[in-house]
């Protein structure tokens, strides 16, 4: 199992950037997705979830309205598309994915104790 996010990057505030998530050694549509963040100093934190067959998307309030989940199955790929990006998202964003047999609702997601494999994360900073 192999998850590799990559598209971070400097951005102004307001800007936008769409981060990718390329998954192997598994069938996505098999599984749901999350993407997490870290801000130097602040726990990791959930961030946004795509459920298997994409079912179900969830979001962390501050970035309703503002990020979107979204997949690509035949590309093998999740996204986290992020516009009106403010100062506060100024984070490493990893994407992970829960171990096999375990359930994730709407009131688990946003644990990271929810996923076994986790890929290495990629910086975004948004600033002026």
């Known amino acids: 199992v192999q998850l590799q996010a990559s598209g971070g990057g400097l951005v102004q505030p307001g800007g936008s950037l769409k981060l990718t998530c390329d998954v192997s050694g598994f069938t996505l549509d098999d599984y749901g997705i999350g993407w997490f963040r870290q801000a130097p100093g602040k726990e990791r934190e959930g961030v946004a979830y795509?459920?298997?067959?994409?079912?179900?998307?969830c979001y962390r309030d501050s970035v309703k309205g503002r990020f979107t989940i979204s997949r690509d199955i035949a590309k093998n790929a999740v996204y986290l598309q992020m516009s009106s990006l403010e100062p506060e998202d100024t984070a490493i964003y990893y994407c992970?994915?829960?171990?096999?047999?375990?359930?994730?609702?709407?009131?688990?997601?946003?644990?990271?104790?929810?996923?076994?494999?986790w890929g290495q994360g990629t910086l975004v900073t948004v600033s002026s």
């Open positions: 795509s459920s298997r067959r994409e079912g179900t998307t």
């Open positions: 992970a994915r829960p171990r096999s047999g375990t359930i994730v609702g709407i009131r688990t997601w946003y644990y990271f104790q929810t996923y076994g494999f």
